[in-house]
């Protein structure tokens, strides 16, 4: 079984800090890692995906992620926040075997000026 | 491309109508997703399909039912709406389940609540 843990339900950093919003997974198969973001009244976009290439994954937004296996984290960073990072944050995770996305219960992101 | 579009965006129903949730999708994906949403609990899986004719039950199935019977719409049809199933909901749509085949492109989600 599959699981994802994000822990913090709600961060708050100032404007121009580091972001970090952890996700740790739990998974018997290397699995499939991704990062979705979602403003307010919206469906959820892709950040980034980890598909077993590259551990560092670069996304839009100048977010990353580093696949950690030893860890089983893939937390997400940016190193300076800005006004417009405030949303929603979904870890999620998937494998090859089965037809499912778990999802994390999500982080909300506040940026303070 | 509209990607996935749904429908209504918002709506308000009584305790014991029916109604239907649209979603279509023009990016020809084989996988569609029905999600609801409910704040502080992140994104539950009601149901799935893997292609047309194709449906599977997620993890809060009860209450709901889907078809599919072209590759484009995937409708979320509920028959005797109870309070419980006041969410957001999210159609979703992937061309395949792993690695870069597996990311998920999410619809705008519809409010619904049943009073």
């Known amino acids: 079984a599959q699981s994802v843990t994000q822990l913090g339900s709600h961060v708050s950093v100032s404007e121009g800090a580091l972001v970090l919003l952890r996700c740790n997974y739990s998974?018997?198969?290397?699995?499939?890692l991704f990062w979705y973001v979602q403003y307010p009244n919206q469906g959820l976009q892709l950040l980034l995906k980890y598909t077993s290439a590259a551990t560092l994954v670069k996304g839009i937004n100048g977010f990353e992620a580093e696949f950690k296996k030893s860890e089983t984290s893939f937390h997400l960073t940016k190193p300076s926040a800005h006004m417009s990072d405030a949303a929603e944050y979904f870890c999620?995770?998937?494998?090859?075997?089965?037809?499912?996305?778990?999802f994390g219960t999500g982080t909300s992101l506040t940026v303070i000026p | 491309n509209a990607g996935v579009t749904q429908t209504p965006k918002f709506r308000i129903l009584k305790i014991g109508q029916s109604m239907t949730l649209q979603c279509t999708q023009d990016m020809n994906h084989n996988y569609m997703y029905w999600y609801r949403q409910d704040p502080g609990m992140g994104l539950k899986l009601i149901y799935y399909?893997?292609?047309?004719?194709?449906?599977d039950k997620g993890e809060v199935p009860n209450g709901y039912n889907v078809s599919r019977s072209t590759t484009e719409d995937f409708p979320l049809r509920l028959e005797l709406a109870a309070p419980s199933q006041t969410s957001v909901y999210f159609c979703?749509?992937?061309?395949?389940?792993?690695?870069?085949?597996?990311?998920?492109?999410f619809g705008p989600g519809t409010r619904l609540t049943v009073l």
């Open positions: 999620a995770v998937s494998q090859d075997t089965g037809n499912q996305f778990y």
């Open positions: 979703a749509s992937s061309y395949g389940t792993s690695g870069s085949l597996g990311e998920q492109f």
């Open positions: 399909s893997v292609g047309a004719g194709i449906t």
């Open positions: 998974s018997s198969v290397p699995p499939y």
